[in-house]
């Protein structure tokens, strides 16, 4: 079984375009976390959830909404793409928000 | 400001040579620190964490890091190579009270030799 999942794995889109990435985890765990890796594969926290409230919310557009239906999903929606979004997006999960994260595959966003 | 470098952006070692990949970091708090490695397209998986305790913490794959507090670092080590340990690998470090917030290294790149 997959701990933490992402779908899609792969998405490209037109720029102005708006859409979601879904991660879902079956550890238990109640914090939940989105970072963004650039091309550079620079790592950066976006956003944690720790269930199902926000507790880090860094310098991100507010294009950029996360959603937390339960404690085991944590939703990514972005509108209006620009071309500076094209990166891949991690998810991860913890026990607690100072617990170990384990990340899923990521989710590999082209904007063109 | 919080910081975390890891000054080699790219080691190649020869299989079944030793290996230690730097990290040194800057935080006004007490840190807690893991190493994590990324296969290329792949997402990345814990290697070691170090929260308290025993500053040479073992990990999967023969991997072991040595927190040293006062050098702020935690550098990464093992003694034999394997190829398939070929990766990107990532110091990364977190406090408590700061939400869980990790900040990473900028990664190393490690190539392996036949």
């Known amino acids: 079984d997959t701990a933490v999942s992402q779908t899609p794995k792969y998405l490209v889109t037109q720029m102005g375009n708006d859409k979601s990435i879904k991660c879902e985890q079956n550890?238990?765990?109640?914090?939940m976390y989105w970072y963004k890796q650039d091309s550079k594969k620079f790592l950066k926290i976006m956003f944690s959830?720790?269930?199902?409230?926000?507790?880090i919310n860094e310098t991100v557009p507010n294009r950029f909404s996360p959603k937390s239906p339960d404690k085991a999903h944590l939703n990514l929606h972005i509108n209006s793409l620009e071309l500076g979004d094209s990166a891949v997006y991690f998810c991860?999960?913890?026990?607690?928000?100072?617990?170990?994260?384990?990340f899923g595959p990521g989710t590999r966003l082209l904007v063109l | 400001a919080q910081s975390v470098t890891q000054p080699d952006i790219h080691i190649t070692v020869s299989e079944g040579a030793s290996l230690e990949l730097r990290c040194n970091y800057s935080?006004?708090?007490?840190?807690?620190l893991f190493w994590y490695v990324q296969s290329p397209g792949q997402g990345l998986q814990l290697l070691l964490k170090?929260?308290?305790?025993?500053?040479l913490v073992q990990g999967i794959k023969g991997f072991e890091a040595e927190f040293k507090r006062s050098q702020s670092s935690f550098n990464l080590r093992k003694p034999s190579v394997h190829w398939s340990d070929a990766a990107e690998y990532f110091c990364?470090?977190?406090?408590?009270?700061?939400?869980?917030?990790?900040?990473f290294g900028q990664g190393t790149e490690l190539s392996v030799k036949p």
């Open positions: 991860a999960s913890s026990a607690g928000p100072e617990e170990t994260q384990y």
């Open positions: 959830y720790n269930n199902k409230e926000l507790i």
């Open positions: 550890l238990g765990h109640d914090t």
């Open positions: 935080y006004g708090a007490t840190p807690y």
């Open positions: 170090y929260f308290s305790g025993d500053t």
């Open positions: 990364a470090v977190g406090a408590y009270n700061q939400g869980g917030k990790l900040i």
